[in-house]
């Protein structure tokens, strides 16, 4: 293959500079457009990924920011509370295609488009653009030290551009300093993680019948949590017949949902069954707080189960307890109603007759069909 000459002014370079030139790795070839854009001053993002029978990617493309128009569901949305945020994306075509060959056992550039129909930054504006953009390890780390010494994350910023020589020099925007430190509270760090297992393990001291359960990821996190003592169990026991499952959204403080499961005594009073702090509402998370909530009540399971109407958590239902009852909470019906049907009276009519069918149905299981 005739080689490329990539040896010019990187303003300069064009489609016959590139189509031909190899390089080692799908990652080096994503480095070079990322040099390249930053020079030039764009900013750049993932676009097409195809990959062989056996899963292995074969085809990478990447392309301006600006590339593309945004859906018109995202502009014209009738129920949007904020403004929606300004337009980049006006269908610049400027993109770099690479793909693997069996032969040569390298990538290959396949497609280079320089010409954007947009100004370039200017070299004050480069560092703000997102795709170059990035927060050090070493960065990450100060950040995490001086936060815990009791340093306001306005201080660690200007200390930062302080200690670099000017925000062109940190390589990020306050606001990306200020995301790292939410994100690393949204999370549980080793600390929390340890001490709250380490409290778990003492309460079977307590209670012989307390349970729980964890999963942890690949880097030992603490992801999903479940428990529930000896009372709950009980509890369950006998008034197992009808569980809530709901979750209460991020009020933690390591912003995880919580999930609480309950039900009724014989005297109408709230009684808890267990408890999960999971990492996300996915089907999968919501089957595994199930399987374990089955685990802690030796598989017995409710007669009826009442949710939020979640997908991933009627999934999980389904999937787990097919013979189940399932029906949606009545609250959180009327809570939909009342923000997307705006008739007036139609919400009081609504919950009269929610009351009206609820009382029917008790005077029945309790006199009969003939009372």
Request: net charge positive; proline share 2%.
């Amino acid at each position: 293959m005739e080689s490329a000459n990539i040896g010019k002014d990187p303003s300069d370079l064009l489609e016959e500079d590139m189509v031909g030139v190899e390089f080692k790795s799908v990652e080096e070839a994503e480095s070079f457009y990322h040099i390249y854009s930053k020079i030039i001053g764009f900013s750049v993002r993932k676009n097409q990924c195809r990959k062989n029978q056996a899963g292995i990617v074969t085809t990478r493309s990447w392309c301006c920011s600006n590339e593309g128009f945004r859906r018109t569901k995202y502009i014209k949305n009738p129920n949007r509370v904020r403004e929606p945020r300004s337009e980049i994306r006006i269908g610049c075509r400027a993109m770099f295609r690479v793909c693997y060959s069996k032969i040569t056992k390298l990538w290959v550039v396949k497609e280079f488009r320089a010409n954007h129909n947009h100004c370039m930054a200017t070299d004050m504006q480069k560092h703000f653009l997102r795709s170059h953009r990035k927060i050090s390890a070493a960065e990450l780390e100060q950040e995490k030290l001086l936060k815990k010494a009791g340093m306001k994350t306005s201080e660690i910023c200007n200390l930062f551009v302080h200690q670099n020589g000017g925000w062109d020099k940190v390589g990020c925007t306050k606001k990306d300093l200020y995301n790292s430190l939410a994100a690393r509270r949204r999370g549980v760090d080793d600390l929390d993680a340890n001490t709250t297992l380490t409290f778990l393990q003492s309460k079977l001291d307590i209670d012989p019948e307390f349970f729980y359960a964890y999963m942890v990821d690949e880097e030992s996190r603490l992801t999903h949590l479940f428990w529930a003592d000896g009372a709950s169990r009980f509890d369950y026991e006998l008034f197992g017949d009808s569980l809530a499952f709901d979750s209460t959204y991020k009020i933690n403080r390591c912003q995880m949902p919580l999930v609480v499961l309950v039900g009724s005594n014989n005297h109408g009073m709230t009684c808890v069954f267990g408890f999960a702090l999971i990492q996300n509402e996915t089907a999968e998370t919501y089957t595994w707080v199930l399987q374990k909530f089955l685990e802690c009540m030796k598989d017995k399971l409710p007669e009826t189960i009442l949710t939020d109407g979640c997908r991933s958590m009627n999934k999980a239902i389904e999937d787990l307890m097919p013979s189940v009852v399932h029906r949606t909470c009545s609250w959180h019906i009327l809570n939909n109603v009342i923000k997307h049907v705006h008739e007036k009276g139609f919400v009081g009519d609504l919950r009269n007759l929610i009351k009206r069918y609820i009382s029917n149905l008790l005077v029945t299981l309790i006199y009969g069909a003939s009372g």
